[in-house]
Nanobody
Framework: QVQLVESGGGSVQAGGSLRLSCAAS????????MGWFRQAPGKEREFVAA????????YYTDSVKGRFTISRDNAKNTIYLQMSSLKPEDTAVYYC??????????????????WGQGTQVTVSS
């Protein structure tokens, strides 16, 4: 059974930093892209960042470019999201996601089949 478990969320003031982790179990995803999404209250789940299996290709939504960094440790079957210069608008539940097969599209929820339970990130002004 595939499980994705996020950790590292919390409450910070604007300008602060957090590092999210997502540990996968049940299968390995080292050949697949993995991604981070977020969902704020009353809003749809949106793409944040994704990384291809080699780690050489990363993708970000415009609002987080230059502030967030996605990375992965294939040996640990884990991905990370380093978030810096956090803003109140970054407040959301953050989810990691993985596909059941490799996909060329990594920025949409439809590309992913497995989801974590989410971790809350709250940024106060």
């Amino acid at each position: 059974q595939v499980q994705l478990v996020e950790s590292g969320g919390g409450s910070v003031q604007a300008g602060g930093s957090l590092r999210l982790s997502c540990a996968a179990s049940g299968r390995t995803f080292y050949k697949y892209a993995m991604g981070w999404f977020r969902q704020a209250p009353g809003k749809e789940r949106e793409f944040v960042a994704a990384i291809r299996w080699s780690g050489g290709s990363t993708y970000y939504t415009d609002s987080v470019k230059g502030r967030f960094t996605i990375s992965r440790d294939n040996a640990k079957n884990t991905i990370y999201l380093q978030m810096s210069s956090l803003k109140p608008e970054d407040t959301a539940v953050y989810y990691c996601a993985a596909p059941s097969f490799d996909t060329p599209v990594v920025t949409t929820t439809d590309s992913y089949d497995y989801w974590g339970q989410g971790t809350q990130v709250t940024v106060s002004s």
